[in-house]
Nanobody, 117 residues
Framework: QVQLVESGGGLVQPGGSLRLSCAAS????????MAWYRQAPGKQRELVAT???????DYADSVKGRFAISRDNAKNTVYLQMNSLKPEDTAIYYC???????????WGQGTQVTVSS
């Protein structure tokens, strides 16, 4: 059974920081590209950051320079370090694992991040 379990969300003031974690089980973690998505109320889910199995990263323009994705293959965990948070970063953040050959994709249950004073 595949599970992706996010943690680390919460309420933070503008300018603050949070680190999200996503612990994976039931998959060969190192073979998967990992990503963070987010969905704000009334908006579509959007891609925030990705890290390929080989370590290449990519970010949405809105978070470049503020967020950093990393992974620890020994712990089957991916992280999202979020700095200089803004109210517009408020959303539910979802962890995603995806591989090809065949295509397999899994989602976590999400963790709420609220940026507010």
């Amino acid at each position: 059974q595949v599970q992706l379990v996010e943690s680390g969300g919460g309420l933070v003031q503008p300018g603050g920081s949070l680190r999200l974690s996503c612990a994976a089980s039931g998959i060969i973690f190192r073979r998967y590209a990992m990503a963070w998505y987010r969905q704000a109320p009334g908006k579509q889910r959007e891609l925030v950051a990705t890290m390929a199995s080989g370590g290449i990263t990519d970010y949405a323009d809105s978070v470049k320079g503020r967020f950093a994705i990393s992974r620890d293959n020994a712990k089957n965990t991916v992280y999202l370090q979020m700095n200089s948070l803004k109210p517009e970063d408020t959303a539910i953040y979802y962890c995603n694992a995806k591989r090809t050959g065949p295509v397999l994709e899994y989602w976590g249950q999400g963790t709420q991040v609220t940026v507010s004073s």
